[in-house]
């Protein structure tokens, strides 16, 4: 039985994350911002109040971590702001690097103490992040988050090497969630975590910082 923590857990990916862990018999500690009553349901550990872009936030729920030792660490929050090169809004940029890219990375670093050696650190990214699979530009503050999260990714991945910690940059597919209300083409988030969990259990040292779609292809940066 391994523990892992999830943010962004209270709908969407997250919550479905902590459905099918617990399902399996893993320990789940489920962070939000507020809990919603279907992540209540699930009879898990639930951590709330925690504001990913928010350091007091994140200082407070490692005091109330304790020493547990984390195997998995889930970076799933996120925000999708469409910016088109009419609307272009730089405090949307802004937001959206701040909590797509800038907070995956200070949180690694905040739980750092709570990993060792076998440790996973998973980001949620977006295929939108990929430089060579732009071929409908637009999007710019989502698509530019998501560049900085993999490359956030990359960086960690050399970084904890010697510690021992793997790092999987992990696309989830088109998916069908409230951030994709826009349209009806997207997967359940059944399959997709279904997906993403297959690669979080074969993610290891020699795999580390490679980046997947839950379909299991690797992606081009
Ligand atoms: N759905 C897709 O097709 C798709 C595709 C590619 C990548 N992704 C990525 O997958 C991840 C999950 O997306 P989703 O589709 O499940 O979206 P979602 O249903 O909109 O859920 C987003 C989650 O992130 C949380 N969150 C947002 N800002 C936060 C903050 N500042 N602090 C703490 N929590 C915050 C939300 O909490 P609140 O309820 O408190 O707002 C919610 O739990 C995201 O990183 C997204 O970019 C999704």
Excluded at 6 to 29: A, M
Excluded at 90 to 104: G, M, T
Aim: glycine share 10%; with cysteine; proline share 3%.
């Amino acid at each position: 039985m391994a523990t892992y923590l999830i943010t962004g857990s209270n709908r969407g990916i997250g919550l479905e994350f902590c459905r099918q862990l617990k399902e399996r018999g893993d320990n789940v500690i489920a962070t939000c911002r507020t809990p919603s009553p279907e992540l209540e349901e699930l009879g898990v550990r639930v951590e709330s109040d925690v504001e990913v872009t928010s350091t007091d936030s994140i200082l407070r729920l490692r005091q109330r971590l304790n020493e547990i030792k984390l195997d998995c660490l889930i970076q799933n929050a996120g925000i999708a702001e469409y910016n088109s090169l009419s609307t272009l809004d730089s405090k949307s940029i802004l937001r959206q690097f701040e909590v797509n890219a800038l907070s995956p990375l200070c949180f690694s670093q905040a739980m750092m103490s709570n990993m060792g050696k076998g440790s996973k650190i998973v980001l949620i990214t977006s295929r939108m992040g990929s430089i060579e699979d732009n071929t409908s530009g637009s999007s710019y503050g989502y698509r530019m988050s998501k560049v900085a999260l993999c490359m956030a990714g990359k960086s960690l991945s050399i970084d904890l090497k010697p510690k021992g910690i793997s790092v999987g940059i992990l696309h989830p597919g088109l998916v069908s969630t409230r951030m994709t209300s826009f349209t009806r083409q997207g997967i359940s988030a059944e399959h997709s975590v279904k997906g993403l969990v297959g690669i979080i259990d074969s993610l290891n040292i020699k795999n580390s910082g490679t980046f997947w779609h839950s379909n299991g292809e690797i992606l081009p940066w």
